[in-house]
């Protein structure tokens, strides 16, 4: 087997173009994730810049009204720029800054990952161009107009179902134009080698952290771990420290969209079946002859026809359970969170709580579960009101 | 000596001309090979469309689109090769991108190309590397796995020349598919790279249009390689594409083979 391997998952799928600049990166990030001066620049701008640690909250009243286990939550929302996704970018640009990169661009679904690169090199000072599908330029027009704002500029994507999975394929050929000064901060624990190891490496922090939290408020493990999947770098981010505690369930939410069984849904590990794309080996909607399925989240950030290599991975071994929520158990749960605790989670996170909901009354009260909320839903209360019926201008 | 081996000696200056398969029909298709092998082409190359080519520009991407609405299947396109067969040897290869072939099953695709006279395979999104997806299969059932070198490949040239099979695919610029007005890559110093480790027939590609463009190729390495120009030609025509594909397919050839020393 080759590099970059989890189980068969994994790997280096990319075209002859693009593979010294992998390489590049690989051996750059081999370097700098050891290096202690680049690691405690990362630490100070995640404590100084970011935010972090973000807070581990005990949702009482909500863990009162369903009346099972105990619910924290892991408010990545309260991080800078709105969700997890700042973890990564800082990561990757202060690496592409000690590879002498000057421009970024970045593919972006629900326009986290866009605002968060867009942000972070307002601050290095670097060009950033993210490529957005379409139709995501549409529902997250608010994302868009911020990255604008932050002095990127935003590409709007028209081929295929122009979502996230077109911006994906964008970036990739616009990064093969321009491999030699461009350096491609992924978004998500996806990608081919290094990126799925790599963000994983800058969004484990999440896990790290709960971890301590935890111990120091209840002073024991969590019982069950829960957050969205759609790539799945929350996810990975949330489980990674995780893995080993055989007693933590792991439980990643996929975006069953209008149902698992219909064909308007995003749930890969529900649905999917074996394949290599966007420079991996993992599992992919798709149909018999490998024609890559035209997926449906009401999240942009879950519309998403894949899974990173590593979640794939867990799944076959069985460490993690991947379950899914529908558009409208998402919803309601964005609007019960909203209500119940005064925070108002990413669409994307809300498919989260939907499943907690479910799962917590089944669990006894003296055990616990941390649910991830990756972000905050401010981008998305005009979708949401137009989800309900009531049309909002922005 | 494999078709692709003797086609190459055949034409010391070859035209690589290729086109989407479905694109905008498959009996269009079958016609298209038939007229561009008369008109002289050495190999033809045949896309396999993919919802998702990553590796292709505007006008290939709507080919893709065009062949997938128009409801073409890997299936299909085999049963389409095993009718041109009956009317051309000209060597075929299937350009096409690994998740189609590894979700058909790679040792049954494989089977498949033998069985119905298909000589080998590009696959953009297979480097070096990860040949081993793909490479047992090839042997088996002795189809080449055709290997890209690109401008970028640098300290990686000699290492996939030395294991080249069929032809060596020479990318002439960054970037995707798709006509450029020059080409500023040099291609002469990749070549001579090339040759110190491999006597495999090198075709330039990406970025061709025009027959002069064509004929300095050719004069750099063994011949020329040229699809988003031709693909314009069938958009523009659809079924009656055939006598234009085969006009521009004669003048090309002929730019190329005079380059010939």
């Known amino acids: ?394 | 000596m494999s078709k692709i081996a003797a086609a190459f000696q055949k034409h010391p200056k070859a035209f690589v001309p290729f086109i989407t398969s479905g694109d905008p029909d498959l009996a269009t298709t079958q016609k298209l090979i038939v007229a561009m092998a008369e008109a002289g082409a050495a190999v033809v190359e045949l896309g396999i469309p993919f919802s998702d080519p990553v590796a292709e520009g505007e006008v290939i991407q709507r080919a893709n689109i065009r062949a997938l609405k128009e409801g073409c299947t890997t299936d299909k396109i085999f049963a389409m090769i095993k009718e041109v067969r009956k009317e051309t040897d000209v060597p075929l290869v299937f350009l096409t991108y690994i998740n189609p072939i590894f979700t058909y099953g790679t040792d049954k695709f494989y089977a498949k190309c033998a069985e119905v006279g298909v000589d080998g395979t590009i696959i953009p999104d297979i480097p070096f590397e990860e040949k081993g997806e793909v490479l047992g299969a090839c042997k088996k059932y002795g189809v080449d796995l055709i290997s890209l070198i690109a401008p970028t490949s640098k300290d990686r040239i000699q290492m996939i020349a030395r294991e080249a099979m069929g032809y060596i695919y020479l990318v002439s610029s960054l970037g995707v598919t798709g006509v450029r007005r020059e080409i500023t890559t040099d291609i002469g110093a990749i070549v001579k790279e090339i040759r110190k480790v491999s006597a495999k027939p090198v075709a330039v590609g990406f970025g061709i249009a025009t027959p002069e463009q064509a004929a300095q190729m050719a004069a750099l390495s063994d011949g020329a390689i040229v699809g988003s120009a031709i693909v314009k030609i069938i958009e523009q025509h659809g079924k009656d594409a055939v006598e234009p594909v085969r006009r521009y397919v004669t003048a090309m050839v002929q730019a190329v083979a005079a380059t010939k020393k």
């Open chain 1, 1 to 394: 087997m080759t590099k970059g391997r989890y189980g068969i998952h994994g790997g280096q799928y990319l075209p002859e173009t693009l593979m010294n600049a992998v390489l590049e990166l690989e051996q750059a990030y081999e370097k700098y994730k050891k290096d202690p001066e680049f690691l405690a620049e990362l630490r100070r701008l995640y404590r100084e810049y970011a935010n972090r640690p973000s807070l581990l909250y005990y949702a009482e009243k909500m863990t009162k009204d369903l009346g099972g286990a105990k619910i924290y939550l892991k408010r990545e929302d309260l991080n800078h720029t709105g969700a997890h996704k700042i973890n990564n970018v800082l990561g990757q640009c202060l690496l592409a800054q000690r590879m002498g990169k000057k421009r970024v661009i970045a593919e972006t679904g629900a326009g986290q990952h866009g605002v968060a690169t867009a942000t972070v090199a307002a601050l290095m000072g670097m060009e950033c161009v993210v490529y957005m599908g379409k139709e995501d330029t549409i529902r997250q027009a608010l994302n868009v107009f911020r990255m604008e704002l932050l002095g990127a500029k935003v590409v709007a994507v028209e081929s295929g179902t122009g979502t996230l999975k077109d911006a994906v394929n964008e970036a990739l050929r616009v990064w093969t134009a321009r491999c030699e000064d461009t350096y491609y901060v992924l978004g998500s624990v996806m990608g081919p080698h290094p990126y799925p190891e790599m963000v994983r490496d800058f969004q484990k922090v999440i896990g790290e952290e709960v971890k301590a939290q935890l111990q120091e408020k209840e002073g024991r493990l969590p019982d069950a771990v829960l957050a969205c999947v759609g790539g799945g770098s929350n996810a990975m981010g949330i489980f990674y420290d995780f893995i080993p505690d055989k007693s933590v369930k792991l439980i990643g939410v996929e975006a069953a969209g209008r149902g698992v069984d219909t064909a308007e849904t995003a749930a890969t590990i529900a649905r999917g079946s074996e394949g290599i794309f966007h420079g991996m080996k993992s599992y992919f909607l798709q149909d018999k002859y490998g024609q890559i399925a035209p997926v449906y989240s009401i999240s942009a950030g879950l519309d998403y026809p894949g899974i990173g290599p590593e979640h794939a991975y867990l799944h076959d071994i069985g460490r993690a359970q991947y379950v899914a929520a529908t558009d409208q158990e998402a919803v309601e749960a964005f609007q019960y969170l909203s209500r119940m605790e005064g925070i108002i989670p990413a669409v994307e996170s809300a498919h989260a709580v939907a499943y907690a909901m479910k799962l917590a009354p089944t669990m006894k009260k003296e055990q616990i579960i941390v649910i991830n909320i990756s972000g905050r839903g401010d981008k998305d209360v005009a979708a949401i009101a137009r989800y309900l019926g009531r049309d909002l201008h922005e």
